[in-house]
């Protein structure tokens, strides 16, 4: 059996209005493998096109994913990439903490995504840039837990002396 495409489990949305809270989708579980195809059938107003776009994550300000998940296999990789290249930029550009950030909110946001390694390498760079060896000691031990064979995870594989003291 191939993976799922697209995974809805409990899926509960909401609108704020001027009455108070209206919910048009609440309980919705679907899932969806490649090549199959899937309709939504209901009566008008009953959440078709709420539990569509929460789904391909194009709900409104004023809506709001309440509970339940959602994992659009192609989506959420395309997503968690493009969070890992802008932690890089960042971190070329001497952001260093806005690249930990980034990747800590990949991690977070992402995490059966295969870019958790790259992840944990921006973090341990960025610490190692800002001279936190501490923060940089723990991201590393996470990395040799979770990816014992890592050059990064191995104790100073990484950097031999900080990237500022060029003189010595």
Do not use: C, H
């Amino acid at each position: 059996m191939s993976e799922k495409l697209l995974a809805v489990s409990r899926l509960v949305t909401r609108f704020a209005t001027e009455a108070g809270e209206i919910f048009p989708s609440r309980g919705v579980d679907l899932d969806l493998a490649p090549g199959e195809a899937l309709g939504l059938v209901g009566e008008s107003g009953s959440g078709k096109s709420v539990t569509a776009r929460a789904a391909i994550r194009l709900l409104t300000p004023e809506s709001a994913l309440r509970d339940g998940s959602i994992r659009f296999r192609d989506l959420d990789l395309a997503l968690a990439r493009n969070e890992i290249n802008v932690a890089r930029y960042y971190l070329q550009r001497g952001a260093y903490l806005a690249a930990a950030n980034r990747a800590q909110d990949a991690i977070k946001r992402f995490p059966t995504s295969p870019v958790q390694k790259d992840a944990l390498d921006i973090i341990i760079e960025a610490y190692d840039r800002m001279g936190m060896p501490e923060l940089r000691d723990d991201a590393r031990k996470v990395l040799a837990k979770n990816f014992p064979a890592d050059r990064m995870a191995r104790e100073g594989q990484n950097r031999a002396k900080p990237w500022w003291k060029f003189w010595q």
